[in-house]
Every structure is written in C-alpha cells, then in structure tokens.
C-alpha cells in the first residue's frame, strides 16, 4: 500500500496564529506535493488551508477540542503536527513509508516521534540503526512533537486524558505534562527516529526526513535564535512582518 493511501497528515491550529498559515501550507504544497491527505483542527476556517477543515468549539479546552476532530479521522495513521511546524525542505517519502510499515509490522508501537528529543535513552530498536526505543518511564515521552501515530492510539490519548489546555494557562493546566501518566496506564509503546542529524537548540535534534522548524513560534514569538537561516527566508517570501509578533 502506498504511504498516503492510510495516512493521513493532522494539524493543529488556532486564529490566533493565523498569521503563520500561508506559510506553513504553502512550504507544505511545495516539499510535499504527493502527499496524504491533509486535516486542520481549527476554530475558524480559511481559505488558506489545503484539505479539508474540521471544526472546534473554541471555548472548550485543548483535549475537547482535538478529541472531537481526531475521531473524524478514518486512515490507520497520521503525522501530527501544528501550524508552526514548518517544512523548509523536500519530505522524504521513502523514510515515511519505511516507517509506517515499522508501525503496521509491530502492533505494540503507537507511534515513531520524527526526530530525537531529549530522552535520556539510546537504545536501538530491534535490528534497527535508525530507531530509538522510548520508555514511558521518560519525562516527556508523550510530546507534540512531530511523530507518526498509529490513529486510534493517539484518539485513546485523548479519551483518557485530563481535560487540559494545550499549553500552560497558570498552574499545571497543561496537556502535554498532563498526557505522561494517562499514556503509562494505557501502556503504550513508542520509538524515535535519529540517523546522526546534528543537535537543534536544547531540546531536540532536526529531522532529516520531514525537516521542518521544531518550533517557528515560541512562546508566541518567531524563533530566529534557533532557525534564522531557514526561517527569516520564508518570513521575506511570505511577506510576513516579523516585527508584529517580535523576535524569540
């Protein structure tokens, strides 16, 4: 089966990033012409979006809002990522379905995170010299980060998970942390992807075979500091203001 006959690619957004949207799916027509198709959870929709748009209730928390998208979707797989992921190079396609047939070969695997994080682990997978296993015991070993899901595992994050905003809004109020313990009592299993790409700021590594900016906005600014070659170009090209936001 070809990669994007069964996998689909889940982004998710908010209006109060709209500003990144033209950039970021017109970097993914361009580095990813024969791609899956193309899922937006967002609270508004746009003519700036390829594929087909689902909805949320914006007034709802992070894991309401993504677990009434996420069951929409009926391919076994998904690379899920958010608007400020953004391609600066040509996907490799052939890696992909390499990992996809990983994830169809071994039902115990939810899902392969695209690029080496911080785990504290190294151990090859199998016969691999590619892939990581990851331990659920690893602080983060649930992340949106870029990564591979097997579909319905990711939704069981969400059914089972705190009812959280996507990110920090005082206290502990975040799902991301929150997701770690839901994901050991649901005993899932997952790997990275690492095949020597040099270290990208503290918390990651780049991805050779979906490179992109890990992340374009932090904390609500453009992140020149980490990726000033491969975002101030398309900034320019986009006729985005960086100034409007300011500079991370």
């Not at 089972?160 to 206290?171: R, S």
């Not at 050991?184 to 700021?201: A, F, I």
Request: net charge negative; aromatic share 14%.
């Amino acid at each position: 089966m070809r990669f994007y006959e069964d996998v689909s690619i889940v982004v998710n957004t908010t209006s109060k990033n709209k500003d990144a949207w033209k950039m970021f799916y017109g970097q993914i027509a361009k580095h990813f012409p024969e791609r899956a198709a193309v899922y937006t959870f967002s609270d508004i929709p746009s003519d700036d979006f390829i594929g087909e748009t689902l909805l949320y209730d914006k007034n709802l928390k992070f894991r309401s809002q993504f677990l009434s998208c996420i069951k929409k979707i009926t391919e076994d797989y998904c690379i899920f990522i958010s608007e400020d992921y953004v391609l600066y190079d040509d996907v490799d396609i052939e890696s992909l379905e390499y990992l996809r047939n990983v994830l169809s070969e071994n039902g115990d695997l939810s899902f392969i995170r695209l690029c080496k994080g911080i785990s504290p682990q190294e151990n090859l997978y199998k016969n691999s010299s590619d892939l990581f296993e990851l331990y659920n015991t690893d602080p983060y070993f649930y992340s949106q980060s870029a990564a591979l899901w097997r579909t319905r595992d990711l939704e069981k994050i969400f059914e089972n998970g705190p009812n959280l905003h996507i990110a920090g809004q005082g206290g502990n109020d975040h799902f991301e942390l929150g997701a770690q313990q839901t994901c050991r009592d649901l005993g899932l299993k997952g790997l990275y992807y690492h095949n020597n790409e040099p270290k990208r700021g503290i918390y990651h590594y780049d991805c050779s075979i979906f490179p992109h900016v890990a992340t374009a906005l932090v904390k609500g600014k453009w992140n020149l500091s980490e990726y000033y070659k491969e975002l101030m170009p398309l900034l320019i090209e986009y006729q985005i203001n960086s100034s409007d936001r300011g500079i991370y």
